[in-house]
């Protein structure tokens, strides 16, 4: 089966990390191969146009892709988000010269050229909004359009804001927000590869469920089981099991790491000891 993933730009290293935590890694990084076997046998990457990947799904041509939620609506490709990824997030924004000294599309007088690569959706958007406008598209850095005199605005994704400040342009309202997103065709479910596809997402699940986890292993006295208990939690029931040749117990639990500085001195001020703090991989189930 194949895995259709970037082959450039700001999604394809965290996508690679991504999969590298479920278990999948390529086998050669040669930036010329379009079909790269992985580490899982009979699992490939198919590496394209981070843009390409709802059409290459929707064919058939790959059973998973994984690409920013912004370019499945974009594409209008008959695909099916499966899984909303954790990172890749960031919003697409009309943004326009801060010379223009406005903070609403309302404030927008007559029409306006909008450069963007995103154009059905800068189409509806204009429509919706009643802004009177023509679009310019491009492939490129739409941020430059403007002061090159080739577009007054642009709708393009921003992630922190920095270069469209560094081009004089601020947003003035968002068109929508988007992250990287697990897509499949509509028949994914029915194909020969299901099993496998399955085992894949579930992994992946896992990766998910996983982040900000911590897993905490202590010993605990018998005389302070019952307020170590009480004060630990979980994701159903710490697990607990007798020490050998000792009046003590082994304590196994799964924190959230924000509230670790927390759990952490509430367990050794009622009598925790040893406590191993562990990194979580996946958590499946």
Known sequence: MRIAIPNKGRLQQPVLQFLANVGIRPL????RALIVPTNWEGVQLVMVRTEDIPSIVETGAAELGITGHDYVVESGADVEELLRLDFGSAKMVLAVPVSWNISSPEEIRGEVRIATKYVNIARRYVEERGIRARLVKVSGAAEVMPSLGAADAIIDVMSTGTTL??????????????????????????SEEYERINIILTLMRGVLSARGKKMLFMNVPNESLERVL??????LSPAISKLANTNAWEVITVVDEDRLPEVVGKAVANGARDIVVINMEKVIG
């Open 165 to 190: 400040r560094l081009h004089g342009l601020k947003p003035i309202d968002v068109v929508m927000e988007t992250s990287a997103v697990v897509i499949g065709n509509r028949d994914w479910a029915s």
């Open 28 to 31: 050669m990084s040669d930036e």
């Open 230 to 235: 009480s004060v630990l939690p979980a994701m």
